[in-house]
T-cell receptor
Framework: DAKTTQPTSMDCAEGRAANLPCNHS???????VYWYRQIHSQGPQYIIH???NNETNEMASLIITEDRKSSTLILPHATLRDTAVYYCIVSGAGGTSYGKLTFGQGTILTVHP | ETGVTQSPTHLIKTRGQQVTLRCSSQSGHNTVSWYQQALGQGPQFIFQ???????GRGNFPPRFSGLQFPNYSSELNVNALELDDSALYLC??????????FGEGSRLTVL
């Protein structure tokens, strides 16, 4: 699986958009970009995933650059409950590889009042 | 609330002992993955079970073993515990979809 690079930490004001970047320059054509987050003392929570098109769901938006070498997770209106470690993961598409994720260190997002 | 339950939530063992951790997957999910998360680190993939067969393994020694039962629940067994095995052990279930549902984990302390 391709390696990802994320900033160690970021801050965001409550109510503002949080934009979390991720570099994955060695991503291959059939690898997806996944985002998970982990709130303190809880298990990771799935947020969103994408292949090449931008994606949006009720939690967030995922913007993937045209060359697929980087992506940005956008939380449109951050709340205090969004304070967590956010993991960007690149993983293969085949078979049951969905469960075999390689987590890095992630980005600690702190949302301030 | 993901529907994935793990037990026990916390336990303390001593070096050399054996431990069994249990995971009840979300209803109907036939794939269970286990992860180890050391303090301050991201989760590390241990292995995955699909329809009762091991289907992929991370860089963990053979003393880490597992089982999946016909109802798709799963166990993680660790023999000859070492101090470095102290970690949060996470179970995640899925049903052929890209979204994994994680439990809250079992926190193991090895003294």
């Amino acid at each position: 699986d391709a390696k990802t690079t994320q900033p160690t930490s970021m801050d965001c004001a409550e109510g503002r958009a949080a934009n979390l970047p991720c570099n994955h320059s060695t991503i291959s054509g059939n690898e997806y970009v996944y985002w998970y987050r982990q709130i303190h003392s809880q298990g990771p929570q799935y947020i969103i995933h994408g292949l090449k098109n931008n994606e949006t769901n009720e939690m967030a938006s995922l913007i993937i650059t045209e060359d697929r070498k980087s992506s940005t997770l956008i939380l449109p209106h951050a709340t205090l409950r969004d304070t967590a470690v956010y993991y960007c993961i690149v993983s293969g598409a085949g078979g049951t590889s969905y469960g075999k994720l390689t987590f890095g260190q992630g980005t600690i997002l702190t949302v301030h009042p | 609330e993901t529907g994935v339950t793990q037990s026990p939530t916390h336990l303390i063992k001593t070096r050399g002992q054996q431990v069994t951790l249990r995971c009840s997957s979300q209803s109907g999910h036939n794939t269970v993955s286990w992860y180890q998360q050391a303090l301050g680190q991201g989760p590390q993939f241990i292995f995955q079970y699909y329809r009762e067969e091991e289907n992929g393994r991370g860089n963990f020694p053979p003393r880490f073993s597992g089982l999946q039962f016909p109802n798709y629940s799963s166990e993680l067994n660790v023999n000859a515990l070492e101090l470095d095995d102290s970690a949060l052990y996470l179970c995640a279930s899925s049903l052929g979809a890209r979204e994994l549902f994680f439990g809250e984990g079992s926190r193991l302390t090895v003294l």
